[in-house]
């Protein structure tokens, strides 16, 4: 989630990142892109893993357990949405500049079992100081013959009021290492 400019004109930038040795494939995050483009950040990034597409699948459309997998989310209840779509009432975890705290806020989900594809975009006025939010988790087998399943989560964030410039760069830094606790997350419960 590399320097962050919130400058009046747009400003994008991108970093790779990547962790671990690179010994073991599954074993690696990879931050494939993190940018700040028009007041909107925007990260993507993925893990290999030798679990099978629907046991990945399977934990994240599992609402209920959630806080179990993810350190961020304190709740998270479902509801029903419309046209086979959830709705999600989470109370989330932040942390910034040695300040933490919890806000509530309501997703619309969507699911699509046959692409192993969970999206969720945030319900228009249910998060205090985010103006939009929308992701995306893709779960598909890896190219080639290894027999091992990419995971990868596109998070796109649009803060209802812009950080002040003298902590942009914090800021972006900030939303990578948060991306990057989420497919973190993710892959140690695929691991248990």
């Known amino acids: 989630m590399s320097g962050l400019s919130t400058r009046d004109e747009d400003c994008a930038e991108t970093a790779v990142m990547e962790a671990g040795d690179g010994g073991d494939p599954t074993s690696d995050i990879v931050l494939e892109q993190v940018t700040y483009e028009a007041g909107v950040y925007k990260a993507v990034g993925s893990f290999l893993t030798a679990a099978s597409p629907p046991t990945v699948y399977d934990l994240l459309t599992d609402y209920p357990t959630l806080p179990r997998i993810f350190t961020s989310i304190a709740e998270c209840r479902e509801e029903a949405g419309k046209e086979g ?108």
């Open 85 to 192: 779509d959830s709705l999600l009432r989470q109370t989330c975890l932040w942390e910034f500049l040695g300040f933490s705290g919890q806000f509530d806020s309501l997703l619309r989900v969507s699911e699509d079992p046959a692409m192993h594809r969970v999206s969720f975009s945030l319900v228009p006025g249910q998060s205090g100081f985010l103006a939009d939010l929308t992701g995306t988790w893709s779960v598909q087998a890896a190219p080639g013959d290894a027999g091992l399943t990419r995971t990868q989560y596109s998070l796109a964030v649009h803060l209802a009021s812009k950080p002040p410039h003298a902590i942009g760069s914090l800021a972006k830094a900030i939303f990578a290492s948060q991306v990057k606790a989420m497919l973190s997350d993710l892959q140690q419960a695929v691991g248990r």
